[in-house]
């Protein structure tokens, strides 16, 4: 998988705090008769070698093999405030 990456300047701030580590992978989310899936975040390296592993500003981000996104391309930034801030990953091209 090649991806392009794009990262705002607060969430390289963000991540530098995280150790500059972002692990991506799929979650399954099942609401009874419906279900869809979504993107875990976390700060720290994987457990297994399933991870595609890219370099971006200083910043190691590992994405789960098998995830696909729109154009190939993934945006990371920040969202929430305060206490509640994130890192959201936006561009995951969901099946239907």
């Known amino acids: 998988m090649n991806l392009s990456i794009s990262m705002e300047e607060k969430a ?21 008769c419906a279900g869809f899936e979504d993107l875990d975040i976390s700060y720290h390296n994987p457990q297994n070698d399933n991870y595609e592993e890219y370099l971006h500003h200083g910043v190691t981000i590992y994405v789960q093999k098998g995830l696909q996104f729109k154009e190939n391309h993934i945006e990371i930034v920040v969202s929430g405030i305060g206490p509640f801030k994130a890192i959201a990953v936006d561009g995951l091209k969901r099946s239907v």
């Open 12 to 32: 390289k701030d963000f991540l530098e705090k995280k150790h500059n580590v972002l692990t991506i992978t799929r979650m399954d989310i099942d609401r009874g």
